[in-house]
């Protein structure tokens, strides 16, 4: 990771759908401390969908980088590294349309930002300062996926697989999985990964204690 790090410091958390990208950042954050650590979720930012009819809103390619508002979700990176609030939209994933109620974020030392196409935007992955990659086996980040999709989201088994199959993991193969090549870490097993989430904890740690210490009288 790089050594010129300043505060506040942009952390992406990158990877394919159901690799673990919400529990390691979820993690970071506690491990470094909610207090000083905002988590910012890339799903938040679909593009709103409510001036297109329901039966093309089913259809729509969720799994694209162009599914995602990335003028809007670079914005708010900018405005939260600039010490500003933002007004976060709030996703509703059974409409596909965002409500008209938003959830103010305030800023923190460090800004973590998980989704799926965080390196894949150039937008956004120029703001980002450390680019974490979460990998796990496609078998199990079906599996994930597929437990979120049916408890969170009230898809049936038949959606989950035939989007899966039409666009997950196609789009993931072209966009997701090479964006791989941009992170500066590599996690294996996600948020179970406690040796990589030590060292990445450790280092922010380090980081935030430099700044916080007062310089030494000469």
């Known amino acids: 990771?790089?050594?010129?790090?300043?505060l506040p410091v942009v952390i992406g958390v990158a990877g394919g759908s159901g690799s673990g990208k919400t529990t390691v950042a979820t993690e970071i954050s506690r491990r470094v401390g909610g207090d000083r650590v905002v988590v910012l979720a890339e799903d938040r930012y679909y593009h709103d969908l409510s001036g297109v009819p329901t039966e093309e809103r089913e259809t729509h390619n969720f799994d694209h980088p162009s599914a995602i508002d990335a003028e809007l979700l670079s914005e708010h990176l900018r405005s939260l590294k600039n010490g500003r609030?933002?007004?976060?939209?709030?996703?509703?994933?059974h409409h596909h349309v965002r409500e008209a109620t938003q959830e103010v974020i305030a800023p923190?030392?460090?800004i973590v930002v998980e989704g799926l196409f965080l390196f894949a935007l150039p937008a956004v992955r120029t703001l980002v300062d450390i680019r974490l990659y979460v990998e796990a086996d496609p078998d199990l980040r079906f599996i994930r996926r597929l437990q979120r999709d049916l408890h969170e989201r009230g898809r049936s088994v038949e959606s989950v697989i035939e989007q899966y199959?039409?666009?997950?993991?196609p789009m993931h193969l072209e966009f997701v999985a090479p964006s791989r090549r941009c992170a500066d870490v590599i996690?294996?097993?996600g948020g179970f990964n406690t040796v990589a989430l030590d060292l990445i904890a450790s280092r922010i740690e380090h980081l935030l204690s430099a700044v916080d210490s007062p310089p030494e009288a000469e």
């Not at 990771?1 to 300043?6: G, K």
């Not at 609030?85 to 994933?93: E, H, S």
């Open 1 to 6: 990771m790089r050594s010129d790090l300043t």
């Open 85 to 93: 609030p933002v007004d976060a939209p709030v996703y509703d994933f």
């Open 108 to 110: 923190r030392a460090v």
């Open 165 to 169: 199959l039409a666009t997950v993991r």
């Open 187 to 189: 996690i294996p097993e």
